[in-house]
């Protein structure tokens, strides 16, 4: 029987500290690359300073590693506990889109909120109460009890080529404006997406959706949907 992950004292992270150790996670690629503490700076809007300092604090803790030509590497332990508040995240997102009727543009903020409760055992029923989700609203893998991820097969949009098709799988959870513009367009996961036309001066793309209206999506955002190629 696999080791639950999650037996782990977790009271010992605060709440900023759970944050960075999700963030260095993400930036690392599920812990395979080192970070910088300027990418860190970048992504959690901080200074380089403020960074170094909760390096400092997380390396005490046996979650982080530092060394001066290889960045910041997050350890085992470190990795562990990165999932967990990752796993609350999705879940907390799946419940309020599910039964609270929040949109999919609403719940990141809050979820960011929700994902630092302490409580494994409400997180365990919130887990059976949902019926053991494996994907959030946004199309991101849910960590299962024991930490692990099921990534299937995908491609950004870009890489298409005219006339090919995919399932619509994922999209970025964090650009409000992104998921209410894909509203207004009317694509959401599982939309059928067939590429008619590739802009060569700006990298846009004419798309239809579900077989049915034709609009076009900068390049930009072409690059930030993720289809499972049919």
């Known amino acids: 029987m696999s080791k639950n992950i999650f037996t782990f004292d977790f009271m010992k992270l605060s709440l900023a500290e759970e944050n960075y150790l999700k963030a260095i996670y993400h930036l690392s690629d ?18 380089p300073a403020s960074v170094s300092d909760m390096i400092r604090k997380l390396s005490q803790k046996d979650v982080v590693d530092y060394q001066k ?55 365990s ?20 009890e024991h930490g ?4 299937n097969p995908q491609l ?14 994922k999209v970025p959870d964090g650009d409000p404006s992104l998921l209410r513009h894909l509203d207004k367009i009317k694509m959401r996961l599982g939309s059928i997406i067939q590429i008619k036309d590739i802009v060569e001066y700006d990298q846009s793309v004419l798309i239809q959706i579900d077989q049915s209206s034709e609009v076009y999506i900068s390049g930009e955002i072409a690059k930030n949907i993720m289809l499972a190629v049919k």
């Open 156 to 169: 950004p949009l870009t890489e298409l080529s005219i006339e090919s098709k995919g399932i619509v799988v």
């Open 30 to 47: 599920g812990g395979d690359l080192g970070v910088s503490t300027n990418a860190i700076a970048e992504e959690l809007s901080t200074k």
């Open 148 to 151: 692990e991820i099921k990534e």
């Open 69 to 123: 030509y290889k960045g910041v590497q997050i350890s085992k332990k470190g990795k562990q506990m990165a999932l967990q508040v990752i796993r609350k995240h999705r879940l907390w997102e799946v419940f309020l889109v599910e039964k609270l009727n929040f949109t999919w543009d609403e719940v990141h903020e809050v979820a960011e909120q929700l994902e630092h409760i302490k409580s494994p055992i409400l997180i």
């Open 125 to 144: 029923r919130l887990d059976k109460f949902l019926g053991y989700p494996t994907m959030d609203p946004h199309g991101d893998p849910i960590p299962n």
